[in-house]
Every structure is written in structure tokens, then in C-alpha cells.
């Protein structure tokens, strides 16, 4: 738990979790990179997004090994939830330069943050989080029921999944970067 979270974001109940979650397949090409111990592509941006959740963190969201998409976005990192048969996923990718617009949202782990719902037609199933780790470095955090079939959805609610993943790889993300050097 993270100190400068509001409750709401700093607490999870995997029961409450785990009776909306379902899941799709992995989307990606690539293979999986375990529980989030390496694997994939480091952009020049920063870290592989695939290392952000480890093996404790997988279990309590329900998730599995995360999986790079192919393709124009081959830095996103994509977690399928479980059971697999509904279609729901979780997804993340560092931004380089200046936050997307959106909506000012509550702080993560202490760190300014912007709600972001990039297809305003799919606004009840899918939301994002664009979390600001360092200057021109963003983290965009996802959730998508990209079939609509999960009971109760609501935007709302995927904002709440999202806004979980997203504390879940800031605080890996601060944990694990490099401390600066003294001058």
C-alpha cells in the first residue's frame, strides 16, 4: 500500500476483483515473459512494461503473464484476466513527452495523474490512466472488456481496474528505478 493513494486506490478487494474479471488469450505474438521477471523490449523510454507486475502482483489481480503486442505499439505490454472466456484485458506502455490530455485524476503513488478514455465510443468498457513517472516519461495504464460481456460494467468500474494497474506498476516502477547520483 502506498501512503499517498486514496483509500479507494490503495485497497483492492480480491474478492470484488476476482467476481468482475474474466479474460481473453493473450494478444500478443511473443511468447509470455513469466511473472513479470524480464523478457521482452526495454524502450529507450524506460523499462519493459512486461517486468512491471511481479508474481504476487499476477495472483492477486487474477492476471497472466503479460504479453508484448505486435506491431506499431510492440512496447505495450498486455496481462489477459481469468476466467479467459470473456474478453478482458489489461494493458500498459510508457508515453514519451508530455501527458495526453485528459481529465486530472486523483495521484498515484504520489504522482500526478490524468484519466485518459482514448475511443469515446467504448467509454462503458474500456479506461485509462496516464501516470507521470519522470519529465517527458508517462506510463498508460489500461483496462478493456473488449467484449462487452462483463455483468455490471460500467465506466466506472473500468476505471477503477485501471487506476489498480496503474498503482500496481508505479510503485514497481519507483521500487525498482535507479536512485540518482549525488552531485
Known amino acids: 500500500m502506498s501512503p499517498g493513494l486514496p483509500a479507494a486506490v490503495r485497497v483492492i478487494s480480491t474478492a470484488a476483483l476476482a467476481a468482475a474479471l474474466a479474460a481473453v488469450a493473450g494478444c500478443g505474438a511473443a ?7 524480464g523478457g521482452g523490449p526495454a ?13 504476487a502482483q499476477l495472483r492477486l489481480m487474477r492476471l497472466s503473464p503479460g504479453q508484448h503486442r505486435p506491431g506499431p505499439n510492440s512496447g505495450e505490454c498486455v496481462w489477459s484476466a481469468y476466467p479467459l472466456a470473456l ?3 489489461y494493458s500498459a506502455r510508457l508515453l514519451p513527452g508530455p501527458p495526453p490530455e485528459g481529465a486530472a485524476a486523483p495521484r498515484i503513488n504520489n504522482l500526478p495523474t490524468v484519466e485518459y478514455v482514448p475511443d469515446r465510443n467504448q467509454q462503458r468498457t474500456r ?19 473488449t467484449r462487452g460481456q462483463v455483468a455490471g460494467m460500467t465506466h ?3 476505471c477503477q481496474r485501471a487506476q489498480g494497474l496503474a498503482a500496481n506498476l508505479a510503485s514497481t516502477f519507483i521500487a525498482t528505478r535507479p536512485s540518482p547520483t549525488p552531485r
Do not use: H, I
Open 31 to 37: 511468447g509470455p515473459s513469466g511473472s513479470g521477471d
Open 87 to 89: 474478453g478482458v484485458e
Open 127 to 145: 479506461c485509462g490512466y496516464v501516470v507521470t513517472l519522470a519529465e517527458r516519461q508517462q506510463l498508460l495504464a489500461g483496462y478493456s472488456d
Open 43 to 55: 524502450s529507450a523510454a524506460g523499462p519493459d512494461t512486461c517486468t512491471l507486475l511481479n508474481a
Open 156 to 158: 466506472r468500474v473500468a
